[in-house]
């Protein structure tokens, strides 16, 4: 990319945030959620905060650089980051407690809704030339009962720079997401390369954290999915490759053993996995 088309944590931040605004109408969900509900969770949420304070006597100088981070989240578009990487792995854990089906993940910042449609069996879009290993992808959709689902798979992923379509500059519009819609057998076909590891920007206030906290800043290499198919729960997922540093520290905390994949390297260099869903009944 060009000098004057840097990734930076201010534009993905702004771009998530957008996406946020536009796909999940926020302000609805408050105006939704019960005055009961609201009182009990901001009150366990506070008592949590000033247990905080008072076993580990924070200090005046300690509460301010809260403050000044608090108000660089929001200037740097981060909240949706901030809270997928480290909220969202214990929401979605509780949302899915009574699954039989796959299992899940979270879905974290970057999902776009209405990706181009491309079948069963296609490429997912990509550039001419695109970097990173092929990887063929075969697999279906299933009820838990093991009967065959028309259905789709959504599918988005990072670049082998580690970059996501319309959250980094310089990137066509659809790179690497597509829409997969089964016939009546479930089956799918998808061609598409491996991502490379993703890095949480380190120029934003999300970044900030993490220096200052002496942590790392890594996702593991993960595939995307959301999974439908009617009269059945939608299943959001991640898929992560074996030996992969961060399988095992993950800063989302969004890797299960059920979700690593088992490709095989063929002999063209290619890789091929055979992964498919079974969804819950709704
Ligand atoms: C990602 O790519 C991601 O999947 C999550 C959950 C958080 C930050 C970046
Ligand atoms: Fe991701």
Redesign the pocket.
């Known amino acids: 990319s060009t000098a004057d088309e840097t990734a930076t944590a201010a534009a993905s931040g702004a771009a998530a945030t957008e996406r946020f605004h536009h796909d999940k109408s926020p302000y609805d969900a408050v105006k939704d959620t019960p005055k009961e509900r609201v009182d009990l969770l901001a009150r366990a949420v506070l008592d949590a905060i000033h247990e905080t304070i008072r076993k580990h006597e924070v200090t005046y100088d300690e509460y301010n650089a809260l403050k000044a981070w608090l108000i660089q989240v929001g200037a740097d578009g981060e909240w949706p980051?901030f809270l997928?990487?480290w909220v969202?792995?214990v929401v979605e854990d509780v949302a899915t407690a009574d699954r039989q089906g796959s299992k899940g993940?979270?879905?974290?910042?970057?999902y776009v809704p209405d990706a181009p449609e491309r079948g069963a069996d296609a490429d997912l879009p990509m550039r001419d030339g695109e970097q990173g290993t092929p990887l063929l992808w075969e697999g279906g959709i299933t009820s838990t009962d093991g009967t065959p689902l028309a259905g789709t798979v959504e599918l988005w992923?990072?670049d082998a720079d580690?970059y996501?379509s319309q959250f980094a500059p310089g990137i066509p519009e659809w790179n690497l997401r597509g829409t997969f819609t089964t016939g009546p057998d479930g089956k799918f076909r998808i061609r598409t390369i491996q991502p490379a590891p993703?890095q949480?920007p380190t120029d934003g206030a999300c970044g900030r954290l993490i220096s200052a906290a002496g942590w790392h800043a890594w996702?593991p290499a993960?595939l995307?999915v959301k999974v439908s198919a009617p009269g059945h729960e939608q299943l959001i997922a991640?898929l992560y490759f074996p030996g992969d540093p961060h399988n095992d520290d993950d800063?989302?905390s969004?890797v299960k053993p059920e979700l690593i994949l088992s490709p095989v390297v063929q002999d063209d260099g290619s890789a091929r996995i055979d992964y498919g869903f079974a969804l819950d009944r709704r």
């Open positions: 980051l997928d990487v969202e792995h993940s979270i879905e974290g910042p970057y992923h990072a580690g996501y993703y949480i996702r993960h995307h991640q800063i989302a969004a």
